[in-house]
């Protein structure tokens, strides 16, 4: 079980630094007009979002293998908002992987504010979930 929270533990982190950089990205992106920097900005962000995926990727399958291991964790209410939180942070990295194809297109009309905004969900994402798993306060 050990074994599996360290990698959980690892895979957690590199999702969570694309979570933090990829909106900052953004930001840059969306004040961005030469073409060079655009481009440059579409590649960051491309292979950024490889990364975090993978990141996420193995980050939910060693959560998972957790809980086939000790089953009896479903029981507890703490867990249940933890994989709500868990599941709404897979519902902003989709939705990193919409504004980031809406900024290579040109087609995003947001302003850096509205990015510099979004980019602070993931940490209140973040402290909830670490406050849930460690605490254990249900």
């Given at each position: 079980?050990?074994?599996?929270k360290?990698?959980?533990?690892?895979?957690?982190?590199?999702?969570?630094?694309?979570?933090?950089?990829?909106?900052?990205?953004?930001?840059?992106?969306?004040?961005?007009?030469?073409?060079?920097?655009?481009?440059?900005?579409?590649v960051?962000e491309?292979?950024?979002?490889?990364?975090?995926?993978?990141?996420?990727?193995?980050?939910?399958?060693?959560?998972?293998?957790?809980?086939?291991?000790?089953?009896?964790?479903?029981?507890?209410?703490?867990?249940?908002?933890?994989?709500t939180?868990?599941?709404?942070?897979?519902?902003?990295?989709?939705?990193?992987?919409?504004?980031?194809?809406?900024?290579q297109?040109?087609?995003?009309?947001?302003?850096?504010?509205?990015?510099?905004?979004?980019?602070?969900?993931?940490?209140?994402?973040?402290?909830?979930?670490?406050?849930?798993?460690?605490?254990?306060?249900?």
């Amino acid at each position: 079980m050990l074994w599996l929270k360290a990698f959980h533990i690892i895979f957690v982190v590199t999702w969570f630094a694309g979570l933090f950089y990829l909106p900052r990205l953004f930001v840059y992106h969306a004040v961005t007009t030469d073409a060079v920097s655009l481009e440059r900005f579409a590649v960051m962000e491309r292979r950024l979002f490889s990364i975090m995926t993978l990141g996420a990727s193995l980050a939910v399958i060693f959560g998972l293998s957790m809980i086939v291991v000790a089953p009896a964790y479903l029981h507890f209410g703490w867990l249940h908002l933890k994989l709500t939180l868990v599941a709404a942070l897979i519902g902003y990295h989709v939705w990193c992987r919409v504004l980031m194809a809406a900024l290579q297109s040109g087609r995003d009309t947001r302003s850096q504010r509205w990015y510099r905004f979004f980019n602070e969900l993931p940490a209140l994402l973040l402290i909830a979930i670490v406050i849930l798993a460690v605490v254990k306060p249900f």
